[in-house]
Nanobody, 125 residues
Framework: QLQASGGGLVQAGGSLRVSCVAS????????LGWFRQAPGQEREGISCMTGRGDRTNYADSVKGRFTISRDSTKNTVYLQMNRLNAEDTAVYFC????????????????????WGKGTQVTVSS
């Protein structure tokens, strides 16, 4: 099970951190990814991290502004979002993908095995 939290309302230029707690499985066996979906738009993969935390991947739209991290002791993955703008307004989801050792994590939502409920992030301009 995956549970995302930490969304909210923030002004443009501000920061927010969302969290995703995994239960029932350990992070080491799965890549965790963050996705977002704005009204009327397709779900967009924005960041992921391999189970061992040794590889990350970012969409161009968030590269340099967002940072994915993890706390294995809490089975939690975080997404630190800085310099937010109105285009970042969306429901943010976390998802897990089973990978083979050494495999890179991807941002294609079709490849995810498990999904959590989303958390709303709204950026006011």
């Amino acid at each position: 099970q995956l549970q995302a939290s930490g969304g909210g309302l923030v002004q443009a230029g501000g920061s927010l951190r969302v969290s995703c707690v995994a239960s029932g499985f350990t992070l080491e066996n799965y890549a965790l990814g963050w996705f977002r979906q704005a009204p009327g738009q397709e779900r967009e993969g924005i960041s992921c991290m391999t189970g061992r935390g040794d590889r990350t991947n970012y969409a161009d739209s968030v590269k340099g502004r967002f940072t994915i991290s993890r706390d294995s002791t809490k089975n939690t993955v975080y997404l630190q979002m800085n310099r937010l703008n109105a285009e970042d307004t969306a429901v943010y989801f976390c998802a897990a993908e089973a990978l083979f050792p050494g495999q890179r994590c991807g941002l294609n939502y079709h490849d995810m095995d498990y999904w959590g409920k989303g958390t709303q992030v709204t950026v006011s301009s």
